[in-house]
């Protein structure tokens, strides 16, 4: 997939098995999985942090083969989802970072610059989290109160 504001092409990955077979070393149950991911909710992990926890410690390359759901479906049932998506969360702390950095550098250009095409991002997901409904259609990004939903 291309860079949203470059002209350059993006990074390629690995691919995924062909087939969802369950690998034979994975040792856990479909509900065993279930208990760790709420487990891992609880302690304050994110959905992605969940999945390369359960990657790297547990041996479970991928819990969606097993429990037949991904992990942001189990914490929604569970009621374990943040309110604020979490790819919205991550742009939105790197403006914070971004507009720290401007306070005591006025005149970085280039971070200028980059804190347009971040803001930019965060205003195109939140109309998407708005027309899907993971967001409120009330619900505004503020510049001013961005540091609070950080903390």
């Not at 999985?33 to 992990?45: C, D, Q, S, V, Y």
């Not at 969360?89 to 610059?113: C, F, G, P, Y």
Request: hydrophobic share 35%; charged share 35%.
């Amino acid at each position: 997939m291309a860079r949203m504001h470059s002209r350059k092409k993006g990074k390629s990955g690995s691919n995924r098995p062909t087939k969802p077979v369950v690998p034979p070393w994975v040792r856990y149950t479909s509900r065993e999985i279930l208990l760790l991911i709420t487990k891992l909710a609880k302690e304050g992990n994110t959905p992605s942090k969940i999945g390369m926890i359960l990657r790297d410690v547990y041996g479970i390359p991928d819990e969606k083969m097993i429990t037949k759901k991904s992990i942001t479906q189990i914490l929604k049932e569970k009621n374990l989802l943040p309110e604020i998506p979490e790819d919205l969360m991550a742009l939105i702390k790197k403006s914070v970072a971004i507009r720290k950095h401007l306070e005591t550098n006025k005149k970085d250009k280039t971070a200028l610059r980059g804190l347009q095409l971040t803001e930019s991002k965060i205003k195109r997901l939140v109309k998407y989290y708005k027309r899907i409904g993971k967001l409120p259609s009330e619900w505004k990004y503020d510049t001013k109160k961005a540091g609070m939903f950080v903390e």
